[in-house]
């Protein structure tokens, strides 16, 4: 297929993935488990670069890259290296960060997005692994701060570095992106996306073929649209008024929605690489086959077994296979017997639809729970149990109430603070659905009131419909299915 790019826009991204859910550091047996704690209380004379302080690489890295290389149908390096990227900042105590330059652990892979125009591939140009330097904390904005704190935890974190070819067009095919390669990480179980510090994003944008700037250091996948929506509208503006762009590097300041220039953009050149002599070359060909084995059903794959098995629409794969807690979720209202369609619809459109309305995000599941979080806490503050979902779809297949009614037994499950079961909840709110002989009168006052909008509907207005339906579900107080009473409607009034 051909792919229509009438701005010329060119994207291209570097994600720093941390290794998370590894135990222990890239170099240290420091634990990786730092989040929470007190500032510079995770660290050893390792990590914080003390003279005379000698790495040893955690194996467990090397194998969850080569686990990252195969799920992006990248190819392997038989033989890898580390290299001293070297450069001055107050977060990097060696004055050198820990990484691979020209032999990554991972090349040509490639990551399949849903497009502008239907599946699009992106490259994968290269994967490698690297250190985490510490964090910087500023005391104010970046462009008005009055001073800086600087916290060694995260320093020697474990990081796989992914840089993409220039193959996405527009800000909402990078965030695309994102969302698929995040989605990949977790089905892996190598990294928890929900973490401080988990994702970390730098954006290469050029237009028409010109020159490339980059913008670092975006902490979100939403920030991510942002900063290149404001940064291709600068470039057009530039070019429009007869001006140059400069290659630099660019900073997001995500309160305004700004990107300010930082500095000129260095080349590979100026961070003088040369061979870390504290680590000997690796050969890891002969891991490749037992870690090969050890890979998970990946989002793709899963999507189209959903479709196979459950016969579900592929909407509705796509959006349950968006988690793999959300999808394992699915599976288990599915072993208790649920209507498989059915359980699809419940979970992909509402309650993920409830879920994206109260900003939560699914960050747990046992087998009997979905915990879910919001963007600023790390703790549940919300959850949805399977039995409720079965049960929930069993009330709607036997008849016992109307979707109306099983979206409001949702949101009372999502928003309540005590647990009580659907069937409770529908009895104490008077949802189940009304008998035949309370909508027919009900129809039938609607038909008698609105004498107006019958005309409209007899005279073709099909709108009109809508309306006297909505007039039923009134009278029913929602209890009326609406399809029912969309049926009687019609046949008393053409009958």
């Known amino acids: 297929m051909v792919y229509e790019n009438p701005d010329g826009v060119m994207i291209g991204l570097e994600i720093h993935i941390q290794l998370n859910k590894l135990k222990s550091k890239m170099f240290c047996g420091c634990s990786t488990d730092y989040h929470d704690a007190e500032p510079n209380t995770h660290t050893c004379p390792v990590c914080l670069g003390l003279p005379g302080a000698l790495p040893v690489l955690n194996r467990e890295v090397v194998k969850a890259a080569i686990k990252v290389g195969l799920a992006l149908e990248g190819e392997i390096a038989e033989e890898t290296q580390f290299h001293r990227k070297n450069y001055f900042y107050p977060d990097l105590p060696r004055?050198?960060?820990?990484?691979?330059?020209?032999?990554?652990?991972?090349?040509?892979?490639?990551?399949?997005?849903?497009?502008?125009?239907?599946?699009?591939?992106?490259?994968?140009?290269?994967?490698?692994?690297?250190?985490?330097?510490?964090?910087?904390?500023?005391?104010?904005?970046?462009?008005?701060?009055?001073?800086?704190m600087i916290n060694y935890n995260r320093s020697g974190m474990p990081l796989i570095e992914t840089v993409t070819a220039p193959d996405m067009r527009s800000p909402k095919e990078a965030r695309r992106f994102l969302d698929k390669f995040r989605n990949i990480l977790e089905y892996l179980g190598v990294f928890d996306g929900n973490l401080e510090g988990a994702m970390r994003m730098d954006a290469n944008v050029s237009i028409g073929g010109g020159t490339r700037v980059e913008i670092k250091n975006i902490s979100s996948h939403k920030g991510v649209e942002k900063a290149l929506l404001y940064e291709i509208m600068r470039q057009k503006n530039v070019i429009r008024r007869g001006g140059e762009i400069v290659q630099e590097t660019r900073h997001f300041d995500e309160a305004r929605g700004v990107t300010m220039s930082m500095r000129t953009k260095e080349e590979a050149e100026d961070y003088r690489y040369f061979r870390e002599p504290d680590l000997v070359p690796m050969r890891v060909s002969d891991w490749i086959p037992e870690i090969r084995k050890t890979l998970p059903e990946l989002p793709d794959?899963?999507?189209?077994?959903?479709?196979?098995?459950?016969?579900?629409?592929?909407?509705?794969?796509?959006?349950?296979?968006?988690?793999?807690?959300?999808?394992?979720?699915?599976?288990?209202?599915?072993?208790?017997?649920?209507?498989?369609?059915?359980?699809?619809?419940?979970?992909?459109?509402?309650?993920?639809?409830?879920?994206?309305?109260?900003?939560?995000?699914?960050?747990?599941?046992?087998?009997?729970?979905?915990?879910?979080?919001?963007?600023?806490?790390?703790?549940?503050?919300?959850?949805?149990?399977?039995?409720?979902?079965?049960?929930?779809?069993?009330?709607?297949?036997?008849?016992?109430?109307?979707?109306?009614?099983?979206?409001?037994?949702?949101?009372?499950?999502?928003?309540?603070?005590?647990?009580?079961?659907?069937?409770?909840?529908?009895?104490?709110?008077?949802?189940?659905?009304?008998e035949d002989d309370l909508v027919t009168k009900a129809v039938s006052e609607a038909i008698t009131e609105n004498e107006a909008a019958v005309q409209d509907y007899l005279g073709g207005a099909e709108k009109s419909l809508n309306f006297l339906v909505g007039q039923v579900m009134k009278k029913t107080k929602g209890t009326a299915d609406a399809k029912t009473a969309r049926e009687l409607l019609v046949k008393k009034l053409k009958g």
């Open 301 to 434: 794959a899963k999507r189209a077994r959903f479709m196979e098995q459950y016969g579900i629409a592929d909407m509705h794969a796509k959006a349950l296979t968006s988690s793999i807690l959300l999808a394992d979720f699915y599976e288990g209202v599915c072993e208790k017997s649920a209507d498989p369609k059915t359980a699809a619809t419940w979970a992909a459109d509402v309650l993920l639809g409830e879920l994206n309305y109260r900003d939560l995000v699914v960050a747990s599941y046992d087998g009997v729970t979905l915990g879910c979080i919001n963007d600023k806490d790390h703790e549940i503050v919300n959850s949805f149990k399977v039995d409720d979902m079965v049960e929930l779809i069993a009330l709607f297949t036997d008849g016992k109430i109307s979707d109306k009614s099983a979206v409001e037994v949702i949101r009372t499950l999502l928003d309540s603070e005590e647990e009580k079961a659907p069937t409770q909840i529908v009895e104490e709110k008077g949802l189940f659905k009304a």
């Open 95 to 148: 004055g050198f960060q820990t990484t691979q330059y020209d032999y990554p652990i991972v090349s040509k892979g490639k990551v399949v997005i849903e497009g502008e125009d239907g599946e699009h591939e992106v490259g994968i140009w290269r994967a490698h692994m690297e250190d985490d330097p510490g964090r910087l904390v500023h005391i104010g904005s970046i462009a008005k701060s009055k001073g800086v």
